[in-house]
């Protein structure tokens, strides 16, 4: 399965996280991961992925969601790979302005698209360059992450 979207962002930021793994952030506020301990805590949680862009703007997001288990260490090629759960199986991949929050979710006016993956453990291996943004979704034995700081693409 895989596709290609565009999505403008006015936090420069992508999210990639399975709808249930938020319910508990649905009552906060609209921007509750602006506050980067919160942030941070998702993240290594495996709730969601917010990958940081470094600027607002357009982006064209391509995506690939592979069957096969990531086996780590297998590319000679360097990788930024992050880990998510996946409970429920609706999973969003699109601009962070729509994450759950403010008693929203993500819907089909949101700049992004909705996976429907099998429920498990997932890695992201992701590379930007420009505008340009890959994105490569596949089962893991790992969910949650180990990380000191948010992620910078």
Not at 98 to 127: M, W
Request: charged content about 25%.
């Amino acid at each position: 399965m895989q596709g290609t979207f565009q999505m403008d962002t006015d936090t420069a930021t992508l999210c990639c996280y399975d709808l249930a793994s938020l319910e508990h952030r649905l009552q906060d506020t609209p921007d509750w991961w602006s506050i980067p301990d919160d942030e941070l805590e998702e993240v290594n949680a495996g709730h969601c992925l917010f990958l940081n862009l470094g600027e607002d703007g357009t982006y064209e997001v391509h995506w690939n969601v592979q069957e096969t288990v990531l086996e780590t260490g297998s590319e000679a090629e360097p990788r930024q790979v992050y880990y998510f759960q996946v409970p429920s199986g609706t999973v969003y991949l699109g601009a962070a302005d729509d994450v759950s929050g403010g008693e929203l979710e993500p819907d089909e006016l949101s700049q992004g698209v909705f996976l429907q993956l099998k429920s498990g453990n997932y890695a992201c291996t992701v590379f930007k360059k420009e505008n340009r943004i890959s994105v490569t979704i596949q089962p893991s034995d790992q969910g949650k992450n180990r990380l000191q700081d948010l992620i910078r693409l």
